[in-house]
């Protein structure tokens, strides 16, 4: 084409777009002028007829009969003048941001790269437009370029400076707010807030939004913690659809009456182009329907990061003048909610959650859902035993390994990563920086757990026959690393210089545990077989002693091992001493149980006629051999299960206390996976879509495996489609909780021509009209009896309803790394794991392992009581091998005890400023509460001062103490679903 040809063609191009910007700004002025004269009835009969003389106008010049398009524009804006001062006093403040998905669809060089090119593109873009102001969220992008280019970091600090560079960040992330757990919330709002302030000097007052836009649905507790963290105003675009509609601007009140307020941008998104049509559109809906005559417009390219255009710009300086258009011009979004907020008290009020959105995603790419329960798990573990360690042995807290860990927890909980909606690429880096975080804080938590066990006087717990089987401390450092792989601490040996095998039990849950745990030990270096014909008892703390159960033996890297079971009593957020040791084969142990017995303390936690954990078939006779065909189950006097043999289902479960049944009775087998296929959609990973049966899931086998006296199994497994996996049901001397592990390899793939295969939990109960309580972020939810749609949770679900003789039951499930659940009265469905194949062809192949507990609880008090249940499976007990030493600290002891109220205790730390001991505490039960924490002297000192904190942990009041002989007490008053977090600054008179 000659350069002649081409200048023509661009021209014409030009031309189009001129006529096309013309048309789409009178169109505009017409719809805004006809929106003006419904709103002001008054003026209409003299305005509508000017409405129609300039539409006539325009229609005359697109006919070609009138003057051009230019002077028709012109003409209707004459026409129209006596309406624009109606029309500007409707206001319309743009406000540019660029929404910057962390990894969406791909990978973390490119996130980087968007990030860092956006910031270019909006500084460059400043000098350009002098009255242009730019709004960012998200810690993670702050970080992006500190990291990457701290030249661009200095530029954007004097655009803050300047007042042109709006800062939105609260949040490391626009994370999950239903999938994020409590303390992770938290985090948020703490280290974000801190970030804030050291990179720009800005106060929570000075970042007033959560500007979450694109975060798939959030949960009812979200205002009262949004409150405590100095939030006012919150920014969404999903908020759910479950329910009432949602209003496009109100005020949600949160389960203890705290209040954000909201603008719902679901109509219009969060990468708004700015043209006269699109602003005129949402204003005219926006004003009619929340009748707030002040809009917020937000614009830019987002996604993948962009931000503003020139186009965008030159629109708003443009069209501000126009006489027939709102007044537009720039803006904050703080400056926007500060104006809304002067009309608050005449805003609609809504409480309640804003779900549900996607639920496909509570459930797709669960390599990612464990990784962060485990991640929260391990990183409040560390603040925890670094927070003691540091007050008992003077160690140095290490704030910043813990903070650089939570980050990375904190960055995949973004709404594209913890959801499952992201590439190969999203999930392989979100499970890299998890091992990354965990290897940080798993070694913080064995530093310190080592330096308080060595602290602990472990004197009494050697061997007192002199070693007889000559094991001595041989095995010295054997299992290195032995158990550590997801940031747990290493179970290897650590008994230096004496004989004996000496545990310290740590227990990090805010309530009492008495339960049968596990612990290994290891053998002298010797070439015979792992203590085979070699017994082990357990020396307690009370002086009772039992003979350990041995569940495994096995061989790791130059060593062997024994797994043992027994019984423990480890006091709230303390600890207790163990000894393992060696008897002569076929002694009793000294105490007061025999050897292959429960101790007499154990059977006192069973009722009165509980007995050991045990195999419901009796052994045969002949050791090698097995009674044919008989019952399959495990029993321990408070719960009996029998096993389904056809289908490796529970066919009974029955509550030997009251005598009922847990499971309903059915005609049929009685399956406990589901192996179906969803129809083929767009979007698998999102959506979940109707299903169907995939295939047979067949019982290829059912065996026993322990048999007691604390610890019984037996073990199904199973195989569907090519995937095989074993599900393993267990039952423990005093414990009326089953436990549940599934595990196994899954090779299903999903994809267009096939649907998604998915694999699901199924558990029926007997209990009629019963209601589920899903565990939320702070809190729990009652969602009904008839919830037939995967719906998001935490920990736990509980149930609530009658049993078939009509008396008040319930029951809890707890896991430890599922977040949906779906439940229609009868039916309880877990999905477990969903082969989607969008924008991820096969993001489930490989190993899975995940764990259940069933039990039945008290109907008077069910959220209590599933709290502690999920925490205990979340939070299990911890073993640490220590040599055998005098020591300071008692053999058990208790560091903080909280009574008095149903409260949950979310996090300990030591404060950011080094100066307070901090816990985090929530209502359970839908009432106020006033409960007493309890501070040891003995381990902890002498409360000297105590106050209440926001959640940036900055002084909100004092709590008055009460000092004691043995303890100080501090009364915290919590209102209904309220969340307070408490500060005491301790005094120590003398070294542990």
């Known amino acids: 084409m000659s350069d002649a040809r081409q200048r023509l063609v661009r021209s014409i191009e030009r031309s189009d777009r001129r006529r096309d910007e013309l048309l789409d700004i009178v169109g505009a002025e017409l719809d805004f002028a006809g929106f003006l004269c419904g709103r002001h009835p008054d003026r209409a009969a003299e305005w509508r007829p000017l409405v129609e003389q300039a539409s ?41 941001h660029a929404h910057i998905d962390m990894n969406w669809m791909w990978s973390w060089p490119e996130t980087v790269a968007a990030t860092i090119d956006s910031f270019h593109t909006v500084l460059q873009l400043m000098e350009e437009f002098p009255r242009f102001i730019f709004s960012q969220s998200q810690a993670s992008v702050y970080r992006i370029v500190e990291e990457h280019d701290p030249e661009l970091l200095a530029r954007i600090i004097k655009a803050v400076a300047d007042g042109r560079w709006e800062v939105t960040a609260s949040h490391w992330v626009e994370c999950d707010k239903n999938l994020s757990g409590a303390d992770s919330l938290v985090r948020h709002l703490l280290y974000t807030r801190r970030y804030m302030n050291e990179l720009f000097g800005l106060s929570a007052d000075d970042v007033p939004v959560d500007w979450s836009p694109d975060t798939f649905g959030h949960a009812a507790t979200v205002p009262t913690y949004l409150a405590r963290g100095g939030v006012r105003y919150l920014y969404l675009h999903r908020p759910g659809t479950h329910g009432a509609a949602r209003p496009l601007v109100f005020r949600w009140v949160g389960p203890d009456g705290a209040e954000v307020l909201a603008i719902n941008d679901m109509h219009w998104g969060y990468n708004g182009v700015v043209t006269a049509g699109a602003i005129v559109g949402k204003s005219i809906r926006f004003v009619r329907e929340s009748d707030v005559d002040d809009v917020l417009f937000v614009y830019g390219v987002g996604d993948h990061g962009g931000g503003p255009t020139r186009r965008d710009l030159r629109a708003i300086e443009s069209l501000g003048s126009r006489p027939l258009l709102p007044a537009i011009d720039y803006g904050t979004g703080a400056g926007y909610f500060a104006r809304l907020d002067s009309r608050r008290d005449v805003l609609p009020t809504i409480t309640g959650e804003l779900n549900f959105e996607f639920t496909g995603c509570y459930t797709s790419q669960s390599l990612i859902k464990r990784a962060n329960r485990i991640g929260e798990a391990r990183t409040a573990l560390a603040e925890h035993t670094c927070a003691i360690d540091a007050l008992l042995s003077n160690a140095r807290y290490p704030h910043r390994v813990i903070e650089e860990a939570w980050r990375d927890v904190l960055l995949n909980q973004f709404h594209d990563i913890l959801p499952g909606s992201g590439v190969h690429d999203t999930r392989t880096f979100a499970h890299g920086i998890f091992q990354r975080a965990m290897a940080t804080v798993g070694t913080a938590s064995t530093r310190a757990l080592r330096a308080i066990a060595s602290l602990v006087d472990t004197s009494g717990f050697g061997d007192p026959l002199a070693d007889p089987l000559g094991s001595g401390d041989d095995g010295y450092g054997a299992g290195v690393g032995f158990a550590s792989h997801e940031g747990g601490v290493p179970a290897n ?5 004496a004989a004996g095998r000496p545990f310290v039990v740590f227990n990090t849950t805010a309530f009492d545990r008495e339960e049968v745990i596990e612990c290994a030990v290891w053998d002298d270096g010797t070439d015979s077989a792992a203590f085979e014909g070699r017994e082990l008892v357990v020396d307690r703390d009370d002086g009772t002693t039992v003979a350990a159960q041995c569940t495994e033996r096995g061989r790791y890297w130059g060593h062997r091992y024994a797994r043992i079971r027994f019984p423990v009593r480890v006091p709230s957020m303390g600890y207790a001493v163990v000894g393992v040791r060696e008897v002569v084969p076929g002694a009793s142990p000294a105490g007061d149980a025999p050897a292959g017995e429960p101790s007499a303390a154990q059977a006192s936690t069973s009722g009165p006629d509980a007995v050991g954990a045990r195999q419901v078939a009796p052994p045969h006779p002949c050791g ?30 029955r509550d030997l206390v009251t005598g009922r049944d847990l499971i309903a009775h059915t005609d049929g087998p009685t399956g406990i996976i589901e192996f179906v296929t969803e129809h083929a959609h767009p979007m698998s990973s999102w959506h979940v879509d109707h299903e169907s049966p995939a295939g047979p899931v067949r019982c290829v086998g059912v065996h026993r495996d322990w048999s007691g006296p604390f610890a019984a199994r037996v073990v199904a497994d199973l195989r569907f489609g090519a995937s095989d996996f074993r599900v393993e049901y267990e039952l423990r001397a005093g414990d009326p909780s089953l436990s549940i592990r599934i595990a196994g390899t899954w090779f299903e793939r999903g994809g267009a021509g096939v649907g998604v295969p998915a694999m699901k939990l199924r558990l029926a109960f007997a209990l009629a009209g019963a209601s589920a309580h899903f565990e939320v972020p702070f809190g729990s939810v009652d969602r009904g009896t008839d919830i037939r749609s995967d719906l998001p949770t935490q920990r736990w679900v509980a149930l609530r309803g009658n049993a078939a003789d009509g008396s008040a039951a319930a029951v809890v499930v707890a896991n430890d790394s599922k977040y949906g659940c779906a439940w229609d009265g009868t039916l309880l469905r877990v999905p477990l794991i969903r082969g989607s194949y969008d924008p991820d062809p096969t993001p489930e192949v490989g190993a899975h392992e995940m764990r259940f507990t069933v039990r039945p609880i008290d109907p008077a008090d069910t959220v209590a009581a599933a709290y502690r249940e999920g925490l205990a499976l979340n939070a299990p007990l911890i073993p640490v091998s220590t040599g055998v030493h005098d020591g300071t600290l008692p053999t058990s002891d208790s560091f903080v005890r909280v009574g008095g109220g149903a409260v949950g205790v979310s996090s300990l730390k030591q404060s950011e400023s080094g100066e307070l001991m901090v816990v985090t505490l929530h209502t359970l039960a839908p009432s106020p509460v006033t409960v007493t924490v309890r501070v040891s002297h003995r381990l902890a000192g002498r409360v000297v001062a105590a106050h209440e904190l926001d959640l940036m942990e900055q002084p909100l009041r004092s709590l008055a103490v009460a000092a004691g002989d043995e303890a100080d007490t501090i009364d915290v008053a919590i209102p209904s679903g309220g969340i307070v977090q408490v500060g005491f600054r301790l005094e120590r008179s003398v070294s542990p």
């Open 493 to 497: 040996d650590l008994r230096f210089g």
């Open 624 to 653: 090698y051999s097995w009674n044919e065909r008989g019952a399959e189950g495990v029993e321990n006097g408070l719960i009996r299960l029998v096993v389904d043999p056809e289908t490796g289902g529970i066919a009974s479960l």
């Open 56 to 96: 006539a106008a325009v229609a005359e010049a697109l006919d070609g009969a009138g003057a051009s398009i230019d002077a028709a524009v012109a003409e209707a804006e004459r026409i129209l003048m006596p309406l624009s001062a109606a029309a500007k006093q409707i206001t319309v403040t743009c406000v540019g």
